[in-house]
């Protein structure tokens, strides 16, 4: 044979059939089932196993007999989500190939299950449902059940990471637990910003008499550790606790195989499906960096409606978003501070700690020392504070066992000294044992505090 050049070599070697398993069962099927109706349904639209699972139909594997099996499975060992819930995972079957009989709704379906991977390591891979059934309409029906099921949200949050949006049940737990009782803010601003969000969800009709657009962007903003996180979880509480509850769309990050112009575009997509909706935006100022924000203006701003959309953003650095986004109302309408807590502020942090430690018999807490301890901690935000009672009560628990935690960082007189001026006749309380505790690792702490600056 003639040698090829390397244009015909390529050609010739890119004109081969096309592999392509959905046709080959497609065929079989039509072959082996000539008087059935036939829906594919894929798996990332409906899943039919797992709708069963979750108790909504039955399924049981139909034996052929003769020499092939008619479940064809991986045994996958799916470590524990949280290595403190325990070192063992789960043994779990990902079916490669399955032949089912299925129940749903009093009618039956033979279905199967199978993996239709084509070439190497094609990404992502074809898992289709191929349901046979007399009644065609009765197939579509099903399909339609279990597509709505897989679309909607069971005990899960939607998250955007990693440039696609997944369900995450990990954040959901945490939301559930989150309270607005343990977010100490100004009464004030606490009653504002709750009421700001249910007015707004509340009055789509008020929205409408004025002929304006039904949407609302906020921000919070200021140094870190003070409640912004926190003040949003407990708002996605309150929202999903409401008659008519408000689901979150929380994104993380839009870096993407595709880019962050394609991870806006999902986002807001989404965001219009699910609206009303509350769509967050954690660290804002990442998020929309100078490259993406003509595309997310475009999304807030656009032709296509955002009505029932409450964004909400927060950062540690307002001076760093364009002004594009941080001054003009009707993307971002307010704006919320959330400073370092101030002397009562303090006091109150502290009695949330004296109340969380009530039932503690080791530990002394009067009401003089949550004063005490906020006269000690100007400029410290609430994180710092946590950080100084889990350290001083982690220390007085190894003390106990034993173990002298002081060589870390003793207390030196100077160190004791600087207070006494502060404290005034704090003296009294240099018996309690958290006391003398706290003081020490605010020393600390105040150390790299200043040397963060
Ligand atoms: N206002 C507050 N009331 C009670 N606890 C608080 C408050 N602010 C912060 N904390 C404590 O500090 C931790 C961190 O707070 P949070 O994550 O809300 O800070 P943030 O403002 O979101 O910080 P960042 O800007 O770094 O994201 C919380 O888990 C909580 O324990
Ligand atoms: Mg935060």
Redesign the pocket.
Known sequence: MASQTVTEAYFDHSAAKRVNTDTVIVKTLRQEYPNLELVIAPEISSNLLAYASAGHASFTVIEDGGDLPSVVSWKMYIPSARRMDGENGVLADQIVFGKFLYKWNDSEFIVYRIEGRDGSGAYPSVNNYYILSTDIHKANSLCAAVGKWSSELHGEIWVFDGGYWQKNAALYQSVMGSSWD????DEDMKKAIINDHLSFFNSQETYKSLKVPWKRGIIYY??????????IKAMMHTLYSRKDPIPTLYVRSLTSFNGPEFSIKQIFIKARQFAPCYLVF??LDTIVSDNVRSYFLNEVDGLKSNDGIFMIG?T?HLDRLDPGISKRPSRFDRKYL?PD?DFDQRIA?CK?WQSKLANNKDIEFPDELCRAIAGITDKF???YM?EAFVAALLAIARKEEGIDPSYEHPLTEEMNDGWVGVLGDGDDLDGLVLWKEIKKQVAILRDSMEEEQ
């Open positions: 343990s977010v100490i803010l200021g140094p870190p550790g003070n409640g912004k996180t926190i003040s954690e660290d927060s540690n959330f807590p942090y949330f935000s609430f994180a946590q």
